[in-house]
């Protein structure tokens, strides 16, 4: 079952958001510390990720690219409403957290990454969840600190993740037949330097440092697809 690992992560974030929930007593200091570790711990995993890069210029332009797309749609602010419509429908107090605001943040740490990608990719193509199942963890951990933080929103996260993930592993099931393995890895090694750009400023984000909107660079994930292929395409043309 190719979609098996993905229904396990969106499963371990709904598990670690009801724990979270809980949880959710742990005393204000100790909720704040544990944030910046994981702020710092998402600041780490972001450069790794950004250092992966074998020509650093795709990221650049595009995070630039990407940013004008981003900026044009106003993508921020619509997934940011998104989270507001639901913290209507569920008449959440200010209390207990922002929804939007819990949303938005679980679902670019949650969708934004190498694992997403070459964990779905290995679903679809070898039928192997191991990524899958690592990052479910990861997922499943960092959503029960988030709750605990950010609110019952972050299970709203789940939603996209599993959309995401498991159109990425439905398409792998038939990728080996159009795409190029050489282009595949160009591709994954490219985004997984833009997206680990993203991940370093979600990181800055909750610690508090910067309030870069993040979502509004996403298109920069399209941008290197595209930017890798033609690249891959002039090289196959001229050898």
């Known amino acids: 079952m190719f979609l098996l690992g993905t229904i396990v992560n969106g499963l371990l974030i709904v598990i670690g958001v009801l ?141 996209p993740v599993m959309l995401y993930q498991g159109a990425i592993a439905t398409f792998a099931t038939q990728i080996d037949r159009f795409i190029p393995t050489e282009l595949m890895d160009s591709f994954i090694v490219e985004v997984t330097a833009s997206g680990g750009v993203m991940i370093f400023a979600i990181g800055l984000n909750l610690a508090g440092v910067t309030k870069i909107k993040v979502a509004n660079l996403l298109p920069g994930i399209l941008v290197t697809a595209i930017i890798v292929s033609v690249i891959y395409g002039y090289q196959s043309f001229i050898n």
């Open 19 to 159: 724990l979270g929930k809980l949880l959710h007593r742990i005393p204000e200091g100790m909720k704040t510390t544990v944030m910046y570790g994981i702020s710092l711990s998402v600041i780490v995993l972001g450069l790794q990720m950004g250092f992966k890069s074998e020509n650093f210029l795709i990221v650049i332009i595009s995070l630039v690219a990407g940013a004008v797309i981003g900026e044009y749609f106003n993508l921020d602010d619509k997934l940011n409403s998104v989270g507001h419509w639901l913290e209507k429908k569920m008449g959440t107090s200010s209390g207990e957290g922002s929804i939007s605001q819990g949303f938005v943040t679980a679902t670019l740490i949650f969708v934004i990454g190498a694992m997403a990608i070459i964990g779905a990719l290995d679903s679809g193509i070898r039928g192997d969840h191991d990524v899958l199942y690592t990052k479910a963890i990861i997922d499943g951990f960092t959503a029960l600190i988030l709750t605990t933080t950010l609110g019952v929103g972050v299970i709203f996260s789940a939603i």
